[in-house]
Antibody, heavy 112, light 113 residues
Framework: QVQLVESGGGVVQPGRSLRLSCVAS????????MHWVRQAPGKGLEWVAVISWDGTNKNYADSVKGRFTVSRDNSKNTLYLQMNSLSAEDTAFYYC?????WGRGTLVTVSS | DVVMTQSPLSLPVTLGQPASISCRSS???????????LDWLLQRPGQSPRRLIY???NRDSGVPDRFSGSGSGTDFTLKISRVEAEDVGVYYC??????????FGQGTKLEIK
């Protein structure tokens, strides 16, 4: 069955960086575009980024453009989100998703 | 950016009764390829979101047939024919026609009266 397992979350100071990973299994990872979606505690869903199946096309929400970078390693069935210059507004659960399937999320807390 | 507006934001429903959620978009979601990329997702308490409906009216695998989606252009509706206890949670509409960005509605919280 399809599984998406995120990791890499944690507590980080403002201005620092963090890299999230998402390992995919149960489907042909190389044929799907993949997204990151986040959810601040108690808030709604916010789309963050999408990457094409081959990694050549990437798009970002304005709120993260220039700070976050999405990438993938199809040889490892893994999706990444490099997050730089983090601020308190980036505190959220981060979900790796194909839209029809979602991971359980990993919590990123930006706090001094 | 396309703005997605859901109503109501809170929906108390009696078990066994129907429920309806509206989602309106700030521009037509009809894509030039003829498809309308409007999905409905449910996030149960403490869980990740789960897609229920894709392209307006297509149920995902395993989704009970008491869930139905309809609409076109800028006006969409999710209906539950008879609400069950497991339907409690927050429902989101999501547009994927005009991206980036993909945009979600604010969410509608369904609770049992």
């Amino acid at each position: 069955q399809v599984q998406l397992v995120e990791s890499g979350g944690g507590v980080v100071q403002p201005g620092r960086s963090l890299r999230l990973s998402c390992v995919a299994s149960g489907f042909s990872f190389t044929t799907y575009g993949m997204h990151w979606v986040r959810q601040a505690p108690g808030k709604g869903l916010e789309w963050v980024a999408v990457i094409s199946w081959d990694g050549t096309n990437k798009n970002y929400a304005d709120s993260v453009k220039g700070r976050f970078t999405v990438s993938r390693d199809n040889s490892k069935n893994t999706l990444y989100l490099q997050m730089n210059s983090l601020s308190a507004e980036d505190t959220a659960f981060y979900y790796c998703t194909r839209i029809d399937y979602w991971g359980r999320g990993t919590l990123v807390t930006v706090s001094s | 950016d396309v703005v997605m507006t859901q109503s109501p934001l809170s929906l108390p429903v009696t078990l066994g009764q129907p429920a309806s959620i509206s989602c309106r978009s700030s521009q037509s979601l009809l894509h030039s390829d003829g498809n309308t990329y409007l999905d409905w997702l449910l996030q149960r308490p403490g869980q990740s979101p789960r897609r229920l409906i894709y392209k307006v009216s297509n149920r995902d695998s395993g989704v009970p047939d008491r869930f139905s989606g309809s609409g076109s252009g800028t006006d969409f509706t999710l209906k539950i024919s008879r609400v069950e206890a497991e339907d409690v949670g927050v429902y989101y509409c999501l547009q994927g026609t005009h991206w980036p960005p993909y945009t979600f509605g604010q969410g509608t919280k369904l609770e049992i009266k």
